[in-house]
């Protein structure tokens, strides 16, 4: 069984301060927030950023500041998110991908989200994973309903995507698809022989998905964007917390965690020096 990938999805799009007082914002927060998780065991941070009164932006300078005070902090593989927040232009959402992140995430398809609606169509799926290719970053497959993983072995038809392929259900999303085990081996079956992939569960699913993940040899992603609570009434202190719990629950398993170099060979991820810091390299020819 592989080493296992902890992804920490701080951030999010949705959580406030109000509900959640741990909440990193700043780009500052957001880096210790990452190097907490690192050193509890992650190996990737699943990155959205907020501006100063804690609204969700894809602003391109507030990645770059973000991603520069992360790589400052911690080797942590930086996930840059290209859904934003809901109602936001795609435009406005592929911004962080100009800076050539490692990876960035790829939500497969339209979604009802809540009482709203994530809208991305097949035009958008495809200039998403174009911009990607140009650009160098590992997309990570984004699904929240059976039919994306379709849509993205559709992207690998045309060539748009390359693998190592990483998918990551997103389990338990009002409108989306439920966070059952049965779901979760269903999900399983449809991927294409050598790919990988992650459970986030969203709310109170977060920790049995985790455990289950975990057992079936899957990844885990875990953090204050899906649950901000550590268990029934009682808020977690840190996204750090949530990690380590992963990290206990795969050593009672004997299931050893990667680290973030080790992720990136499992990810086919390359090591660039010149994405240390967050600046924009030149496009590739």
């Not at 991908?97 to 809540?114: H, I, K, Q, W, Y």
């Not at 650009?135 to 072995?153: K, Q, S, T």
Request: charged share 25%.
């Amino acid at each position: 069984m592989d080493k296992l990938i902890i992804t920490a999805a701080m951030v999010g799009a949705e959580v406030t301060r109000e509900a959640q007082p741990n909440l990193p914002i700043t780009p500052d927060e957001i880096a210790q927030a990452a190097r907490e998780c690192r050193e509890a065991g992650a190996s990737i941070c699943h990155l959205h950023v907020r501006n100063d009164d804690g609204t969700p932006t894809q602003s391109r300078d507030r990645f770059q500041e973000t991603i520069a005070r992360i790589r400052e902090a911690t080797d942590i593989i930086i996930q840059v998110s290209t859904g934003g927040a809901v109602g936001m232009t795609p435009e406005e959402r592929l911004q962080p991908v100009s800076l050539r992140p490692e990876m960035a995430t790829l939500t497969c398809g339209t979604v009802n989200f809540g009482e709203d609606v994530f809208w991305n169509g097949p035009r958008e799926l495809k200039a998403f994973a174009k911009a990607l290719k140009v650009h160098g970053v590992r997309p990570e497959f984004e699904i929240f309903d059976a039919g994306m993983i379709a849509n993205a072995l559709q992207l690998a038809d045309m060539e748009l995507v390359e693998p190592p392929f990483h998918f990551d259900f997103v389990l338990g999303v009002p409108g989306g698809l439920p966070a059952t085990p049965k779901n979760v081996l269903y999900l399983t079956e449809l991927l294409p022989p050598g790919a990988t992939w992650s459970v986030a569960g969203v709310g109170r699913h977060q920790l049995p998905m985790a455990a289950l993940a975990v057992t079936l040899g899957g990844h885990v992603r875990v953090g204050f964007e899906d649950n901000i609570f550590y268990r029934k009434g009682e808020l977690a202190v840190s996204n750090a917390q949530l990690v380590e719990r992963v990290v206990r629950i795969a050593r009672e398993l004997d299931r050893p965690i990667a680290t973030p170099d080790e992720a990136r060979r499992m990810l086919g991820i390359p090591r660039a020096s010149g994405r240390s810091t967050g600046e924009a390299a030149q496009d590739p020819a």
